[in-house]
């Protein structure tokens, strides 16, 4: 799969898009099951509700949001890949948080539903073929193509493992 090209995609989200080294973002999918899943399997039970300053999201909703926009890019990437001409609507990740009971979950529940999701939407990803990939949609007024959800999903997860490496453990 070859990386998106700008025209693909908001600028928005290049600092995902950049996140994900080299052309094979179903690769570092994969591997992002297991690196989510280690770091969390380590937390100790005291720091799932951390947050590292006041208003910020604890730890479980962080990764919560994870799943959230997953959930929400994957939906994306199939409508745009099955031709849907439908303009997506846009994804507001706080009033999702506001209506989401993630911190009355484990941590180890949170891992386990992102792994299974992450495992579906590879499954997803691996059967569109290059038309597919090559297809641009509309999702909040951005135009935007297949290839680029899926490294917007990959980046945006590299991202936000790197926010709970450096400020929640």
Known sequence: MTRPKP???PEYFLQYINLVQGENPIKSLEMQIFTMQSILSDVP???EDYTYEKGKWTLKEVVGHVIDTE???AYRAL???RGDKTSLPPFEPEDYMK?????KRTLYDLAHEFGQLRGSNISLFKSFDEAALDRIGMANNWKMSVR??????????LHHLNVIRTKYL
């Open 148 to 157: 680029s959800l899926i490294f917007t999903i990959a980046g945006h997860n």
């Open 99 to 103: 209506h989401s009971s993630f911190n």
């Open 71 to 73: 959930r929400v890019m």
């Open 79 to 81: 409508a745009i890949a």
């Open 45 to 47: 039970e005291e720091k």
């Open 7 to 9: 025209s693909e995609y």
